[in-house]
């Protein structure tokens, strides 16, 4: 049990952590047939949300990881932040107790706690993942993403708003607010938030539809016009714009 967490100097007390056990309803799936990662959910296309980090930062790296099937090994920094990642959850699970999703999000109107790792998935805006962290409260859920360094790149954000979309189409009757946050990785530095509002949420809607657009052929994937992303990127060898 954690006994209180802050946010934006709050201090939320008795905060229970949980695990969730089950969250998935039954649902139609499919793999896509060209594109790997991609699923169709009930007829419509629906793909891993932190693809928007990587589309915000290269589209042109999804085409070539995803449609042309390239692979390339790990970054050094990668595979630092996996293991952190890791580490973070093995020491969670040490106080976590099992629960349901339903259950969770039942007792978390009376009392506040913390789960980690927990799955969204919306088939109706084609987005899934698993969010690091999301305390849920009486009043508020607050979904933070674990970033190393600390600073609020556009795709990041958008990373953070799509899992605060895919929780709000989870819980149509649910009328507490939602907030988003990026947290410095193995530290408590929340340093961005921000409400899931209706501008927030026409913003994410459109990002997400213009990523649909790209799997179903109706746009181009465009490459970074950044240069010092490119002298970095693990895809420079086969990529045509290099």
């Not at 929780?167 to 939602?178: G, S």
């Amino acid at each position: 049990m954690a006994k209180y967490v802050y946010f934006n100097n709050f201090k939320i007390r008795n905060m229970k952590n949980k695990i969730i056990t089950d969250n998935i309803e039954n649902l139609d799936i499919k793999w896509h047939p060209q594109i790997k990662g991609v699923q169709i959910i009930n007829g419509k296309n629906n793909f891993p949300i932190s693809w928007l980090n990587q589309q915000g930062y290269c589209e042109y790296q999804i085409y070539l990881q995803y449609l042309k099937g390239i692979k390339v090994g790990q970054t050094r920094a990668m595979k630092e932040g996996s293991k952190e990642h890791e580490d973070l959850e093995d020491k969670f699970k040490e106080t976590a107790k099992p629960t349901t999703f339903n259950e969770a999000i039942e007792t978390s109107k009376e009392e506040a706690s913390l789960t980690r790792e927990m799955f969204v998935i919306s088939p109706k805006y084609g987005i899934r993942g698993y969010i690091d962290e999301i305390w849920m409260t009486p009043d508020e859920f607050i979904i933070i993403d674990d970033k190393p360094g600390h600073t609020a790149y556009p795709s990041t954000i958008n990373q953070v708003r799509a899992y605060c979309l895919a929780l709000k189409d989870m819980l149509p009757n649910d009328t507490r607010k939602i907030k988003g946050a990026l947290r410095q990785r193995g530290t408590n530095n929340i340093f961005w938030s921000e409400d899931f509002d209706e501008d927030v949420e026409k913003s994410i809607k459109y990002t997400i539809e213009r990523m649909d657009s790209l799997f179903k052929g109706e746009k181009p994937f465009i490459p970074t016009k950044n240069k010092n992303k490119c002298k970095s990127c693990r895809y420079q060898s086969y990529c045509e714009h290099f």
